[in-house]
Structure formats: C-alpha cells, structure tokens
C-alpha cells in the first residue's frame, strides 16, 4: 500500500506549487507527452479522446447553426498573407516559414498558417459573385503553428489543434449576428458540457485579433485565479474584404463588399478543464466530456464468477448507453483506485464476491469520493442520477468559486490592492485611454480581460487616472 501511495504523491499539491501541480497532472493522466521540437506537444490517447469528444460535440451545435466544414491548405504565400496588413502585422512575431521545397529554394517563402483569414479570403473572392451566394459559413477543424517562446502542455504550445470558423455576410448587421451567436455557442457549450462558468464581453482595441473590427471573447477563472481566454468571436467587417476586392452584386446589381466574421476554440481549453477542476490527486473529469465515464473495478478477480460479473455490468451499462471500461489488469484494487483518479474518470464500480453474494456493486464518484452501495438491478438509473448530479454540481463548484474571487476597485490603490492580494477578476471602470490599459499592465501585470455586455457602473471615474470612465472592465492577471 505504501506504493500505491505514492503514486497520489508523486502529484505536486495545488497550493505548493500550482505551475508544477499542473505539468504533474498533465503528464500523471498521461494526456500528452512532450515532443522532439520545443513547444509541439504529442496528444496521447486520453489527451486526444478528451479533444475528440469536444469536436464532436461542438461540432454538432455549429451544424445546428448553418455551419458547413471545408479544409484548407496547411500554407500561405507570403504575398497572399501581406494583403492585410493589420493582420500580418500582429502574427509577423509568431509565424514560421518555409523557405526550401526539398533542395530547391523557394521563389516566394510561405508561412505554415497561424490561422487561416487570407485563405478564405482568396477562397470567397474566386465563389461569392452574388448576393445569392451569400451567406457562407465555413469552419476547418485542423492545427496551427505559432512560434511561441514561452509554452506549456494545452495552454500555449507553438503547434495547437482548434476549429476556426470563417463566415461571409451581405450585410454589417448579418455578420455581427453571428459573430455573438458563435460566441453564445461557445458559452453555453463550456457551461453545459465542461461545467465551466464564464465571463462574455467585448475585447479592448489594443486586445482585439490583428486586423478584426472588433473581438469578443469568454473568460473562465482558473484555481490559482488567472484568467484563461477560452473562446474568441471577432466581426471583420468589410476591412478584409477591401483588402482582398471581394465583391458581390447586390439584389439593385450594385457592388458591395462582403462582411466577414471569424471565430476559435482550441486545445487550450483542455487546460482549463485541467485547472477549474482538478484536484490533488489528479484530473476530474465532468461526465459529460469524459472519454471514460465508468470504471469497473473488480476486487480479488482471481476469485470465481468476480471478472464474468464485472463483464457482465460492463455490457448492461454500455448497452444503456455509458461509456465504460473494466480494469482486469493484474494490478492491485489500490493502485487501479489510484489509476482512475488520476485519470480523472467520473465513477469507479468496485465489485467482489462479497458484493456479488449481496447482489450489489459499490459506486464512488471521482469528485466527492462519495460512496454507495447499490444493487444490481438499479445500477443503470442510480449511475445515470449520479452522472446528472455530478456534472451539474461540478458547474456549481466551479461558479461558486468564480462568484467568490470577483472583486470591485474603484480607485487606484484598491486595484494594486485587490490584484496583489485577492486573486481573481477585478470589475474596475476605465477612460477607454489604451495608455491606461498599458499601464496597468506595466504596474501590477493585470490586463483587461473584457467589456462584460451587461455594463453596470461602480464609479463615475477610471480606476487608472481619475478622468471620466466610459466602460466597467474586467481585469485580472492571465494565461
């Protein structure tokens, strides 16, 4: 048993150090491994079915939408990628590029894509003639390469896995629609799936993606209280489509330019499932993203009749639609209790011989260690009350820890106070001067996390230099 022991140990607690509890976790679950190139990071089985079961399932509600999956080239020439120059500015720092097909030097380097807005531009501009054309609304599921300097394992790594949607619209007001909608798709998506509470808003000038009219973006609140940017909408307007001469005739036979929209969710968000969730003995998994809902443990297999009944359960339950796994490993009950919660498997069923001679199996479930004897002939309804239960009790913990670290300054003294000392959001109102925005980040490293749509005010002046505020911010120190 002092083996068995040890295997939760080797996890770093939460409140020693939260940065190598993290890396302990990521690599104690086995959900990556790092590989030969600095910042590339190898999605091991659990890793990827996590990020399998988020495509799926946010895959569905895009198609809900309208949304259509196309897939485009992994380059970009440079000349394609310098027609916006906004846009090629803003990703300059982080982009790769090929310079040599096999021995031959390339006439024009291209860029291994860092997102894909001047392939869909080329793309829209050769098929959208006519307002019949319109609305196109496109999505790849694919990776991306940005040269980081700084990476850790889901949370920022220089070759990541995400969607990225790319939408054309007649009009400004059919691509603002959709713009919010995606970002609302995001939202409910991470609260009804994830259990992950968030914060919506709209980005600042100076936070906004490279070339976009305007961002919008869903903030969760990590255990150590920085903010993760989860998902991100951003409205073009028609800058691109001037920048590329995509025009369509409209219903009068007059030219105008297209609308366009763009919207991401990545990998990352597998660090805030991480973060929001996990415990010191490793992952917690919500039931409804969990690759493993249930693990069948059996106790002194060796024994008659224990592996054919935890088979026997195995098959009931699958068949009633659970995902489920049976351990029959030759490892001792102690470290396969261990393995699970580390795994972060929602429920674990121990069964024995003096289990089977009662007609009954053990539940226990990951997040509470809550244990339950239950027979037979109620696992099916007593595991699926158990699943319900914990993923909305999972969401309740996790927004009741977000409702507790927001806090409110309405002076500068109270900011550098409440960011020093109270971990989490600051709500503060701001002038809308990015000189302001910089120098809160120069004096306490906070940023501004986003313009909440519901806008309340707290004061009538800028936390920052005291002149008359415009927006209440919500401003932390992130990911």
């Not at 485009?72 to 846009?87: A, D, R």
């Not at 500015?89 to 380097?109: C, D, M, S």
């Not at 199996?361 to 239950?374: C, N, S």
């Not at 319900?388 to 309740?396: A, G, L, R, V």
Request: proline content about 4%; hydrophobic content about 35%.
């Amino acid at each position: 048993m002092a083996k068995e022991k040890k295997l939760v140990e080797a996890i770093t607690p939460r409140d020693v150090d939260f940065a190598q509890w993290y890396t302990d976790v990521v690599k104690k679950a086995e959900l990556v491994n790092y590989s030969s190139v600095k910042g590339c990071m190898i999605l091991r089985p659990d890793g990827y079915a996590i990020w399998e079961n988020i495509m799926h399932q946010l895959d569905a509600r895009f198609k809900a939408t309208g949304v259509e999956n196309v897939a485009m080239p992994l380059f970009i020439p440079e000349s394609l990628l310098n027609k916006e120059k906004e846009h090629v500015e803003g990703f300059a720092p982080e982009v790769a590029w090929v310079t040599y097909g096999g021995t031959e030097k390339l006439q024009e380097r291209l860029c291994v894509r860092p997102t894909s807005e001047t392939l869909f531009c080329e793309l829209y501009k050769d098929i959208v003639h006519s307002h019949r054309d319109l609305p196109k609304i496109y999505n790849q599921w694919c990776s991306v390469v940005r040269w980081e300097k700084t990476t850790r394992p889901f949370l920022r790594t220089t070759e990541f896995w995400w969607q990225e949607g790319h939408t054309a619209h007649a009009t400004e007001e059919e691509a603002e629609e959709r713009t919010i909608q995606m970002l609302n798709v995001y939202a409910d998506f991470c609260r009804e799936v994830l259990a992950i509470p968030v914060i919506k808003g709209k980005k600042t000038d100076k936070e906004k993606f490279a070339g976009a009219q305007s961002t919008y973006t869903i903030e969760a609140l990590m255990h150590d209280g920085k903010a993760l940017q989860s998902g991100t909408s951003h409205n073009f307007g028609d800058g691109f489509a001037r920048a590329f001469g995509i025009q369509y005739s409209d219903k009068n036979n007059q030219l105008q330019y297209i609308h366009q929209t763009s919207w991401g969710f990545s990998t990352r968000i597998i660090g805030a499932l991480i973060m929001v969730h996990g415990d010191d003995d490793g992952l917690v998994l919500p039931p409804r993203i969990a690759p493993t809902q249930v693990m069948i443990i059996p106790v002194a297999q060796h024994k008659p009749g224990v592996l054919e009944k935890a088979e026997e359960l195995r098959a009931q339950l699958a068949e009633s639609g659970f995902h489920v796994k049976v351990d029959d490993s030759d490892k001792s009950p102690g470290w396969k209790f261990s393995d699970q919660e580390r795994r972060g498997i929602p429920v674990r069923i121990e069964v024995g011989p003096k289990d089977i001679e009662a007609g009954q199996a053990v539940l226990v479930r990951r997040d509470t260690r809550e244990k339950k004897a239950v027979p037979f002939e109620e696992l099916v309804s007593t595991l699926r009350d158990t699943l319900d239960t914990m993923q909305e009790d999972m969401y309740q913990r996790a927004k009741a820890f977000l409702d507790s670290h927001v806090s409110d300054a309405t002076n500068y003294e109270e900011f550098k106070d409440a960011v020093a000392h109270r971990p989490g959001f600051i709500r503060a109102m701001w002038c809308g001067d990015e000189a302001c925005e910089n120098k809160i980040k120069a004096d306490t490293t906070a940023t501004s996390r986003c313009m909440p749509f519901e806008q309340e005010k707290i004061s009538d002046v800028c936390v920052c230099c005291g002149r008359p505020a415009k927006k209440l911010v919500y401003w932390g120190k992130a990911y």
